[in-house]
């Protein structure tokens, strides 16, 4: 099955400064790779996703990159704000299914 | 985005009681629902796909027989928790994909058993 890796496993930076978390998927057959942020005690939410047949989205200060040679894809925040601080999950979609990351634990500081 | 509730938000309930908790598309037409358990500070495992009209397809691990998932409509799943433990207290998110590959969550279900 599709293994996907997410790095860092927690994220420090100062508000205004920029985030990014970076995601590796095994199987070159994914063609679908959303974010999700997922705030304590709440379902995850979408917040961008990019198909196969894309480079670079972007949404204000959120954006998403994809290298589908390398098979990795990183969100990249910026101009981070305290209402930021959350967790981020990425997933990659084979076998009709989503396979998520880790997580990563991104705090704003004021 | 689309929207999906999920009822109740949290329950606790005695063990050996069952438990159901319900999942709805709200504005669009969800073909296949998912169904996920999430531990602490964990990411989410994915338990069973819900095809509308069919059985569910349960994930490696998952007994069939005590997490029984019905999807009776194209914008209602149920997930039924039968003869509950303790080991079972979780956090349990639906989700509800459409047809271009998007997948929302629901808030999730808080519970606990007694």
């Known amino acids: 099955g599709e293994n996907v890796e997410q790095h860092p496993s927690t994220l420090s930076v100062q508000e205004g400064d920029s985030a990014v978390i970076k995601c590796t998927y095994s199987d070159s057959a994914s063609n679908y790779f959303p974010w999700y942020k997922q705030e304590l005690g709440k379902g995850p939410q979408l917040i961008i996703d990019?198909?196969?047949?894309?480079g670079e989205k972007k949404d204000q200060r959120i954006a998403v990159t994809l290298n589908k040679t390398a098979k990795h894809f990183s969100l990249h925040i910026t101009e981070t704000q305290p209402e930021d601080s959350a967790v981020y999950f990425c997933a990659a979609y084979y076998d009709y299914k989503l396979s998520f990351g880790a997580g990563t634990t991104v705090t704003v500081r004021a | 985005g689309a929207v999906v509730s999920q009822h109740p938000s949290w329950v606790i309930c005695k063990s050996g009681t069952s438990v159901k908790i319900e999942c709805r598309s709200l504005d669009f037409q969800a073909t296949t629902m998912f169904w996920y358990r999430q531990f602490p500070k964990q990411s989410l495992m994915l338990m069973a796909t819900?095809?509308?009209?069919?059985?569910?397809?349960?994930e490696q691990g998952v007994e069939k027989d005590k997490f029984l998932i019905n999807h009776a409509s194209l914008t209602l799943s149920t997930l039924t928790v039968t003869s509950a433990h303790p080991e079972d207290s979780s956090f349990y998110i639906c989700?509800?994909?459409?047809?271009?590959?998007?997948?929302?969550f629901g808030p999730g279900t808080r519970l606990t058993v007694t």
């Open positions: 989700s509800a994909k459409t047809r271009t590959y998007e997948q929302y």
């Open positions: 990019i198909r196969s047949n894309v």
């Open positions: 819900s095809n509308e009209g069919s059985k569910a397809t349960y």
